[in-house]
């Protein structure tokens, strides 16, 4: 119990900030198939893997709830002050985790590298999208039919991303100018303030369908074609770097992309040595298990 309620914290910090997805921590945590399995038994017909689905992710999303809850309560606030550190410590858990990733799937990508096409083609669509994003924030003030199709959409898409291990949903919310707005809505519902649901209910609707629309295929890429999609999300983590670089020009009042002057190397070191303390964390426990059997 607390250890998945641990892993969902740690996937909702991720998910709170543009950068990394939670998919990405669940990779490096080592619970990546569990959790893409877990998803799918809870739409299957197996009553009991369906069961144990349901409890396992129900822990995971005690931790997610109050890691998101703990997030939200400070990023609306502190986000556009501090982009600069945020974007640093990312950039530094994407630069560190790309290696991780392919230290981890040595088996299903050595030999393969004309699949390395894949990987340029990730880079390719993260870029794209990055450059295709608003400027500015969407203005969400007044709640109609277009702006509520406009945020299903970005719901559906985030998702998607939220459970590949490479961009994270709350870049592809940067993207659509909806990041802070999301972030400040939700926090507002959670202090009652109810004239921010309507944006939270066209959201969650979105990322309803999407987990139905996408995760299927996510599951049978992953079994079929593990190693194009390894490349492809390989490929996707590269591009979230410049994504994460033009993150600033996307705020309520855009600042310039982000610069070598600009750049914490404190904060880039901090990410790396989170996910540095997170493998070595996971080859403890993995050691710990098998001297256990």
Not at 254 to 269: C, H, N
């Amino acid at each position: 119990m607390i250890l998945n309620a641990f892993r969902g914290f740690c996937m909702a910090l991720a998910d709170s900030v543009p950068g990394v997805s939670g998919g990405t921590i669940a990779f490096l945590m080592g619970f990546y198939d569990l959790f893409i399995e877990s998803l799918n038994d809870l739409m299957g017909k197996d009553s009991e893997k369906r069961k144990k689905a349901f409890f396992f992710i129900i822990k995971l999303g005690i931790g997610w709830v109050i890691g998101m809850g703990l997030a939200v309560s400070v990023l609306a606030s502190v986000f556009e002050s501090g982009i600069y550190r945020v974007s640093s410590l990312f950039m530094g858990f994407i630069i560190l985790a790309i290696p991780v990733m392919i230290y981890e799937e040595r088996e299903s990508l050595k030999g393969k590298y004309i699949n390395i096409i894949w990987a340029v083609i990730g880079i390719a669509l993260v870029v794209g999208i990055a450059m295709l994003g608003t400027s500015g924030e969407t203005d969400v003030s007044h709640m109609t039919v277009g702006l509520a199709g406009y945020t299903f959409l970005a719901g559906m898409c985030a998702i998607s991303a939220m459970v590949l291990p490479g961009i994270s949903g709350s870049t592809i919310l940067l993207t659509f100018g909806l990041y802070v707005p999301v972030i400040t809505a939700v926090k507002d519902v959670l202090h009652f303030k109810l004239s921010a649901l309507p944006l939270c209910i066209a959201l969650g609707l979105g990322i309803l369908v999407g987990v139905f629309v996408t995760l299927r295929l996510i599951k049978k890429a992953l079994e079929s074609f593990r190693s194009q999609t390894i490349y492809c999300v390989i490929g996707m983590m590269i591009g979230s770097l410049y994504a994460i670089v033009k993150g600033p020009t996307t705020l309520k009042e855009p600042k310039p992309a982000m610069t070598f002057s600009t750049f914490s190397v404190v904060f880039f070191i901090i990410g790396a040595a989170i996910v540095f303390g997170m493998q070595a964390a996971k080859m403890f426990f993995e050691k710990k298990a098998a001297n256990k059997s």
